[in-house]
């Protein structure tokens, strides 16, 4: 094979290399020879077109008859397998989150593989020493992700009152005396996308539940989430898209939903030292515990389920555009103001740190890998920037 050329021709000394000499050059000869005539065998109007993969259908959930997992997902399920798989304990809240979460991460991990082409995620099983544990899948460096987390996290134990007030938008609803913890269980997943072309956008996404004992001999539960779009380059049919999908999403429930959750999206999202919005939005909340809990599982996972469709098209319309130099620094300037709102501001990552034995890796791969600052830079000298500099500082209606 050429490979196995290349390295004969490399491998050892100059007195070595002379020898072989007169073999490289038939080598060659023949290397030459052989491409030459596929070529000419093949003529370029015949090449097929290479189809982009569909995204991965969700698998059936095991039977009763054989309760093992779903083979979409990427490992086996932090909680016991057989108790999660049984039907006999559908109904059970713990059950459905956890297994939204584990379909969820398995489609969309196995989509984003198939749309690469190259790179693969490492699924990373750990477990957490004051209770539970998660599903980190991370892929880096691919052609089209340059990286790619989705993070499950099934954890109990005791919360302090600090985590306690970055928990929800209702601090307030559990007060402790001094020196005391809440016992808790959290299940959700989370996912950061930050794709290698600057005119694929980044997104993020992450749904929750969360029971906590009340301190009164009761259990207060709810549900969080959302789901926002990161462009670096203003493309209103992407926003529109992205937007439209979530909406149809919410109004299968209600139709004053997507509304509400998309100001509320508007206004959670803000670097309020650059007075800006991270990117165009989507949906975000929180505190969700009503009419009931079968209804608000049920908006969860339509929001859940409308990721893919969401997203990925945006992704194959995009992924191959050709981009500049400048295009890629523009790119990494945005992500700078991406990573200040996730560190100063984003209640999820406060959440995480200020959780007892907290997984940092799990916590903070919602970072690039790589971003930069420049001082004093001023985007709205540029008409391609400032387009996208004045929907950051004044959301637009896209649906």
């Not at 560190?343 to 940092?360: N, P």
Request: with cysteine; proline share 7%.
């Amino acid at each position: 094979s050429l490979r196995r050329l290349v390295q004969f021709a490399t491998v050892g000394t100059a007195s070595a290399w002379r020898r072989r000499r007169p073999y490289l050059l038939v080598g060659m000869a023949t290397v030459a020879t052989s491409g030459a005539a596929l070529a000419l065998s093949i003529k370029r109007e015949n090449w097929p077109e290479l189809p982009l993969p569909a995204v991965v259908k969700s698998a059936p959930v095991c039977s009763a008859a054989s309760i093992g997992r779903p083979q979409h997902w990427m490992t086996d399920p932090v909680s016991e397998t057989g108790w999660l798989c049984d039907p006999s304990n559908s109904a059970e809240p713990r059950v459905g989150m956890e297994r939204l979460c584990m379909d969820l991460q398995g489609r969309l991990c196995r989509a984003m593989e198939e749309l690469d082409g190259e790179a693969r995620f490492i699924v990373d099983k750990w477990a957490r020493p004051s209770g539970g544990g998660g599903i980190s899948c991370v892929l880096t460096d691919g052609v089209v992700f340059e990286r790619a987390g989705v993070n499950i996290s099934v954890v109990h134990g005791s919360l302090t009152q600090q985590a306690v007030r970055q928990m929800n938008s209702r601090p307030d609803r559990h007060k402790l005396p001094e020196g005391k913890e809440l016992p808790f269980c959290a299940i959700g997943i989370s996912s950061v996308i930050h794709p290698r072309n600057p005119f694929v956008p980044t997104m993020h996404f992450n749904f929750r539940y969360f029971e906590i004992d009340d301190g009164k001999g009761g259990v207060s539960w709810w549900y969080g989430g959302g789901a926002d779009l990161t462009p670096t380059f203003l493309d209103k049919d992407d926003a529109t898209h992205f937007h439209r999908t979530l909406k149809a999403a919410c109004d299968n429930h209600d139709k004053s939903l997507y509304p509400k959750y998309k100001a509320w999206c508007d206004n959670y999202f803000v670097i309020e030292h650059r007075g800006e919005r991270r990117g165009v939005g989507g949906i975000f909340f929180d505190d969700v515990d009503s009419p009931n809990q079968p209804a608000a599982f049920a908006f969860v996972s339509s929001c859940a389920d409308a990721i893919e469709a969401a997203y990925l098209p945006i992704v194959r319309r995009n992924m191959r555009r050709g981009y500049s130099y400048a295009d890629r620094q523009w790119q990494l300037l945005r992500r700078g103001r991406y990573v200040e709102f996730n560190l100063v501001y984003d209640r999820g990552t406060k959440f995480g740190l200020f959780t007892k034995d907290a997984r940092i890796e799990s916590i903070l791969m919602s970072l690039p890998p790589l971003a930069r600052w420049e001082y004093c830079h001023d985007p709205d000298s540029d008409p391609v920037k400032a387009q996208l500099m004045r929907v950051l500082r004044e959301p637009v209606d896209w649906a």
